[in-house]
């Protein structure tokens, strides 16, 4: 991803720090980066659109009480509006995934259905309407997706000017930036949605609870990576322990090729869903199947 445009925002007003050498720290941080921030995150934004052929993965980790999702996405797509393929496999069952495939140009996209789900049709692909426009990473649900929900989540943190903890070069000229994003705004900017069942015996203040946020951009202006964690002791309005793990971990692994996204599968090998309807009377029995 280009972000040249976006790192020198991050950076105006500190043209001559050396390497190695930190960003301002603490309060001054808060008030250097957050002036900065939402115009460098909605350039981000607006770069990442221009889905640069990479290779990304995002691990997302989030229990409350024991309960919860563990899983790795894969993601490499070749250059906007073209081709993508999306691993999604679980880190507690190895049964338990799917591969999402969107072919250059295609009007459709396609589903490989891991074991776990080889019962809900009698192919192992499923397609479905592609509906999403141009395949930009910002609007699709491949790891630039949560890349850029995360980057909101701090996005509106830093908005309320208490989030920033510390701006800094390191010694390679690589740029990270640290701040600390409630609870609240990782919801609010959908990092991860919440069912209400469970919003509603979460008790009140552990939405204020903080998640530690790293972003790092390599020293040619480039986004490395960004995380987010957090582990906190909770409980919930009965009064039961509902301690909370989070660990979100989006990286760029590297450029990618044609040759890493496979072609769309044999008609004879795809159970087509026509409309809404029907994908979501699929996703309905899918859901059942992982207990949601």
Same mark, same amino acid.
């Given at each position: 991803m280009a972000m040249a445009g976006c790192v020198s925002m991050v950076l105006a007003g500190c043209g001559q720090a050396k390497a190695g050498t930190? $960003? =301002?720290?603490g309060e001054d941080a808060a008030a250097y980066v957050s002036?900065? @921030? %939402? *115009?460098?995150?909605?350039? $981000? *934004?607006?770069k990442m659109q221009s889905g640069d052929a990479v290779k990304t993965t995002l691990l997302t980790r989030f229990f409350i009480a024991g309960k919860g999702i563990d899983g790795t996405l894969s993601t490499a797509q070749s250059g906007t509006g073209q081709a993508s393929i999306t691993h999604n496999d679980s880190n507690k069952n190895l049964n338990d995934r799917l591969d999402f495939l969107h072919p250059a140009g295609s009007p459709a996209d396609y589903v490989l259905l891991g074991p776990l789900y080889n019962s809900l049709e009698p192919t192992p692909w499923v397609s479905m309407p592609h509906l999403a426009g141009d395949y930009g990473p910002c609007i699709t649900g491949d790891t630039y997706h949560m890349a850029c929900k995360m980057l909101g989540a701090v996005a509106r943190a830093t908005k309320k000017g208490q989030a920033v903890k510390s701006a800094k070069h390191l010694a390679d000229g690589t740029v990270v930036l640290q701040a600390d994003v409630s609870l609240q705004d990782f919801q609010d900017a959908q990092v991860v949605v919440i069912p209400q069942a469970v919003l509603d015996k979460t008790a009140d203040q552990v939405h204020q609870q903080l998640i530690h946020a790293t972003i790092t951009i390599t020293p040619q202006g480039t986004l490395q990576q960004i995380e987010m964690v957090a &582990? @906190? =002791? *909770?409980? %919930? &309005?009965?009064? &039961?322990d509902s301690p909370f793990d989070i660990d979100y971990h989006f990286q760029i692994v590297g450029p990618a090729t044609p040759a890493d996204i496979p072609q769309a599968p044999d008609a004879s090998q795809v159970t087509v869903l026509p409309d809404q309807a029907a994908v979501d009377e699929f996703n309905a029995r899918k859901d059942k199947i992982q207990g949601q």
């Open positions: 930190a $960003l =301002p720290q002036a900065k @921030f %939402d *115009s460098t995150l909605n350039q $981000l *934004s607006s &582990k @906190f =002791p *909770s409980t %919930d &309005k009965a009064g &039961k």
